[in-house]
């Protein structure tokens, strides 16, 4: 893994961290891993790729008693993977919610909020 992302884990998770400064791993933990690390060198687009959108999303449907469909979103909205965000939400059926707005302004994530804004005009204004 390249960066450290667990402030921004504990903050979907919504827990709190243990004296040892942990939190229990989940599959959101590993889900991130596997967004974060879709090229083995990120910055060099020759390098193949290590977990392709479709792995992703058959490995979250396989899994989907384990998934919290609000969690994934947010992962995907901080990581500003726009097909993966639209993808799953139009796969999971999940409803809006306003976190996930304010989420892809903060992570400068625009083609997500604008599609957004654009599909749940309505729950924003």
Partial sequence: MKDDVSYKLI??????VDNNQHTPVQLTDFLSVLV?????????SEQP???TSN??????????????AEEVIK???MQRKFRLTLS????????FKIEFFIMAIEANA????????????????
């Fill in 49 to 51: 790729v290590l977990f």
């Fill in 36 to 44: 974060i690390n879709k090229r083995a060198d990120e910055y060099n």
């Fill in 88 to 95: 799953f939400i139009e796969k999971t059926k999940a409803p």
């Fill in 110 to 125: 625009y083609e997500i909020a604008f599609y957004l804004m654009n599909v749940y005009e309505e729950s924003i204004i």
């Fill in 55 to 68: 792995y992703i999303l058959n490995f979250l449907e396989s899994n989907m008693e384990f998934v919290r």
């Fill in 11 to 16: 903050a979907i998770k919504n827990q709190q």
């Fill in 75 to 77: 992962i995907f909205i």
